[in-house]
């Protein structure tokens, strides 16, 4: 995106202020003759908070965004089953560590990160394999919206000798982001069912100490029936004590 310097200070800032501050930007341009810059700024729409996180990531740790642009490269460029599999391995390495940080900048600002949104980073991460403009956008930081990557997560690789025909090398294609998109969608829900697993524990450990301190609450009122049974013995036998004649 050719944008003029004085836009990149809006893509770090948040989303409810984008617009105040990108008008800001456009005035002071407007004011100082550059009426061309002034345009392209003011023709920015406000960054989805998908898009926003992304930004920060790809400004606060390139070398993440750094580590899935070459796993796509290696990906494309595959020569063998092997080579393609260590590819996509990285891919949803980088894909998920992006995606996690991604999510600890939204919750460290207090931001819901729902499953829609998780399932936006996903895409718009997964669309990097065949948009070059979110490919070009994320790696500088410029996003203004997530991406759709259409069910798709990336090119397969050609391994016979002969080139296929233009229809098999789609039908790959597809075959190979269906995978990819499978792949994080499993990923997902692995780490659902580990959360699942983990409240479950959690829950086991409560009744557990509920259970424990039930006893200990029927315990203590049995004691405390005892004890009222042998002061009303004790006050008995002192009022008895003091009908007798002396």
Known sequence: MNLPEPADPLFEIAPEEFTAERDRIAKRLKEQGDDGAAAAIKALKRPSVTAYALNLVARRDSDLIGSLLEAEERLRTAKSRADMDGAKADRQKAISAISGKAISVLTGQGRSVTPQVKERLTETLLAVATDDQTRELLEHGR??????????????AVFEAVEPDDEL????????????????????????????DR????????????????????????????????????????????????
């Open 169 to 196: 090398r789609k039908l790959n294609q597809r075959i190979s982001r269906l995978r990819a998109e499978g792949e994080a969608k499993l990923m997902e829900a692995k780490k659902a069912g580990t959360d699942s």
């Open 143 to 156: 996003l203004l919206k997530e991406a759709k990557a259409g069910g798709f997560g990336g090119p397969v």
């Open 199 to 246: 409240a479950r524990h959690e829950a086991d450990e409560l009744a557990e100490a509920s259970a424990a301190a039930a006893e200990r609450a029927g315990k203590l009122a049995n004691l405390a029936r005892k004890a009222e049974e042998v002061g009303r013995s004790k006050l008995a036998e002192a009022e008895e004590l003091e009908s007798r004649p002396r």
